[in-house]
């Protein structure tokens, strides 16, 4: 699995969150607790799910639960997204 280049970054945290704001609480949930099939991503599964896989779920989505991919995001996005993600 990848590591994240931007772990721990205070930049790529605060970007992330933007980013999250405006790919991810659409589904999750401006709570992060999600809603229909989108999981609560506070929860101790995504808060301790590698972050290269993270990387690859937003990377190919996982469609047959309704999560699409952002490969179209460039990688360092996603790869802050995941950094926000892992700091909440």
């Known amino acids: 699995m990848r590591a994240n280049p931007y772990a721990e970054e205070a930049s790529a945290v605060q970007a992330g969150g933007k980013l ?17 099939r989108a999981p609560d991503l506070r929860s101790p599964v995504v808060q301790k799910t590698p972050p290269g896989e993270l990387f690859w779920i937003l990377r190919n989505g996982m469609l047959r639960h309704g999560m699409p991919s952002w ?18």
């Open 71 to 88: 490969s179209h995001l460039p990688e360092e996005q996603r790869w802050q997204i995941v950094t926000w993600l892992q700091t909440r």
């Open 20 to 36: 999250v704001a405006r790919y991810c609480l659409p589904c999750h949930r401006a709570g992060r607790a999600g809603k229909w």
